[in-house]
């Protein structure tokens, strides 16, 4: 409707097109031509009516409707274009060249006034910049009156831009977790053949041949290097799982320290300082390995170029009423600090930087730093705490929870008589975990899938724990389980290298069951086993 009415008014030039207007029954012109001629009062009286209709309607209608005349001059400025762009008529007016406000690019503007020369009523897009200095984009018409003056007719979609743009950023980070989750499961798998076999093979070098322990060494490393960078890909499909332990903060930053240099300029210098005693936390070493390196990346864009990042690691404490504020328990916490002497944030910086997609680097983030850190501290029943001066710096905490068990390591069953039995398609990894537990005095079945499982485990069968694989073709790990009897099940520990919510969430609530992430330690295999084992026992004996 809006594009047709000016080109109407042109028509009405022409006595048939008023006909055509008034069979139409327009409000604007039926009233004109009811006027009998020489009847001047109720000419102007209708004039009058017509004129408050237009009125009413333009300045209440959403959309911005504005009119220049021939020479230039603002003559008409709606409520909605004072309230999209900040400027008020008187303004408006004021100004010279108010093309020149809206679009400061000499380019820009030359553009624009082809458009406005042409004034062909289409809908065209345009980067507006409002009285606030920021850029809107809107559509805008322009329509040309008899009089020479042009009416434009625009509305603000810069809301629905950026949303589009956020829909097309989450929908890439899915398809890119759907991607990576599918291959995670092969990934780890390859990975936990490599560095099991290396494993083993280190354990039977002993002390022999200097180079091929260096060589061996190397492989785990780059095996472990693999992992952490898969779970990386996971942690942008959350579907990373998190497999909580004590950790010495202290231990680990210097470690990675070298790792943090790599990635700075020579004149970043990073600086470790750390209380003399801190206790263990209770934290994922991946994962905190994950949140270092974003705080450490974003402290190197705030330095641009130089200065000091310190890595402190102190005990806190956190308050009752922090602890709210934070939303973790009070009580004492290791705080990992990430300290920079960068730029530093503003008010409104600081507040939306745990926003998903938030960045202030236009074009080279992502703004899924902040929220990873904070979902993941969060995941480890920590907090993030951040203080930031404008041309100071910044400091982000990291609070983790203390762990209360750390040098209490669970008492592990002896192996020896026990049977396990071991569930998994991957005829590699078959192997090579039936060495290392043999190698441990386990007795060692396996099975090529939950459904041969299902079979052996029917009726007596001596098995004191199985190691299951969670995703195997013909029947999967939680399919076995659940077909098994409750009462004579044995106890099971899956393994998984891409554990997918559902199955999870339905095994993790029975509580005989644990669970292992891909790829793994021998250590850590042989702490769950004898963690479950001992666990056993003390059910017997209690
Ligand atoms: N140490 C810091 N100093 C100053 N500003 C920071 C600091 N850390 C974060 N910010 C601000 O918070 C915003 C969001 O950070 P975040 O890590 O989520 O995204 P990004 O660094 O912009 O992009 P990405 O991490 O995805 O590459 C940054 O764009 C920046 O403005
Ligand atoms: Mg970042």
Redesign the pocket.
Known sequence: LVGRWPRELRDLREPEARLRQRRRASWFVTSFDAVAPGRTEELISELRKSEELFRTICENAPVMIDQFDDAGHCRLWNRECERQLGYTLAEIEACDDPLALFYPDPADRERVLERLTRADGEFREYRVRAKDQSFRTQMWADFRLPDGSLISVGHDVSDQRATEGQLRQSQKMEALGQLTGGMAHDFNNLLTIVLANAEVLERELGASSALVQTSVREIIAAAGRGASLIRKLLAFGRNQMLALQPLHATALVNELAPAFARLLPDAIRVRVEADATIPAIRADQGAVEQILM??V???R??MQGAGVLGLLIERRWVEPAQARRLHCQPGEYVAIV?R?D????DDV??A?????F????KG??????????FGLMAQQGGAVT?E?TPGE??E?ALMFQVEATASARPELASSGGRKILVVEDEAALRRVTTTILSQEGYEVETMPDGLYALERLRGEHQIDLVLCDLTMPRMSGVQLFEALDPNTRPSFLFVTGHPTDEAMAKIRRDETVQILQKPYKVDQLLSAIGAILAAQDEAVAG
């Open positions: 974003n705080l990346t974003n402290a864009d705030a990430v920079d960068g730029v530093g944030m910086t600081r939306r930087m745990f926003e998903p938030f960045t202030t680097k080279a983030g992502t703004g899924l730093g902040m929220p990873m850190v951040v930031s710096g910044t982000v």
